[in-house]
């Protein structure tokens, strides 16, 4: 596609279910990027996939936090059993094999999560 | 990795140039400038990266003076299209660690009619 490309845009959920988050990046981007952003708030990196492997999860705030890339391309974000303060946009970015830095990242348009 | 600190808002009008300083003290010889724009319900957008003096592009100026501890983004003729956040980062170029630039409140710029 054109974009990053996010799915759901928008999602309700309840207290203690598990929810899965879609990103589609850009064609040919090996880099893929996964942040939160709180209502207010600035960007809070989440984990970074180059290729299928994820060099750096540290940002995931816990276990409940997990996510893959298939075929270096689309990647899912999984919460599980989500809380109230998991509630947050959740932004995918990707960026060219040649841009290691998220200064030269593509972002989605986020899909908001709301837990009830 | 720098902190930034941007004023949490500003107000302008259509027609107007606007400046919005961050100040970043203790940006290291490595690092560069980087401003994003967001809009509501979007994700942030790339508007223009710098390491000393003067950047243009399309969209707007960066200045940076020689000590690097500050650097000003100005808009030229904002018009009501402009009104988002605007998010001054520091960080090495390219480098690796870049994804974890310290992303702040950023400047809530409001223009009006």
């Known amino acids: 596609g054109a974009g990053v490309s996010q799915s759901p845009s928008n999602k309700v959920t309840e207290k203690g279910k598990d929810v899965e988050l879609r990103c589609d990046p850009i064609?040919?981007?090996?880099?893929l990027y996964w942040y939160r952003q709180s209502l207010g708030q600035g960007l809070e990196f989440l984990i970074y996939?180059?290729?299928?492997?994820?060099?750096?999860k540290s940002g995931l705030p816990s276990d409940r936090f997990s996510a893959e890339r298939t075929g270096g391309s689309v990647s899912t974000l999984t919460i599980q059993r989500t809380q109230q303060e998991d509630s947050a946009v959740y932004l995918c970015a990707s960026s060219h094999p040649r841009s290691w830095g998220v200064t030269e990242a593509f972002f989605g348009q986020g899909t908001r999560l709301t837990v009830v | 990795l720098a902190k930034t600190t941007q004023p949490i808002s500003m107000d302008s009008y259509e027609g107007q140039e606007v400046n919005i300083t961050c100040s970043h003290n203790n940006i290291a010889t490595n690092d560069y400038i980087t401003w994003y724009q967001q809009f509501p319900s979007q994700g942030p957008r790339f508007i223009i990266q710098?390491?000393?003096?003067?950047v243009t592009n399309e969209v707007a100026s960066l200045f940076i003076p020689a000590d690097r501890k500050s650097s000003t983004l100005s808009l030229p003729r904002v018009s009501l299209s402009d009104t988002a956040v605007y998010y001054c980062?520091?960080?090495?170029?390219?480098?690796?660690?870049?994804?974890?630039?310290?992303w702040g409140l950023g400047t809530s710029l409001a223009v009006n009619p």
């Open positions: 710098g390491y000393k003096t003067k």
């Open positions: 980062l520091v960080g090495e170029e390219n480098a690796g660690n870049n994804r974890k630039l310290i």
């Open positions: 996939f180059q290729g299928n492997s994820a060099p750096d």
């Open positions: 064609s040919g981007h090996t880099a």
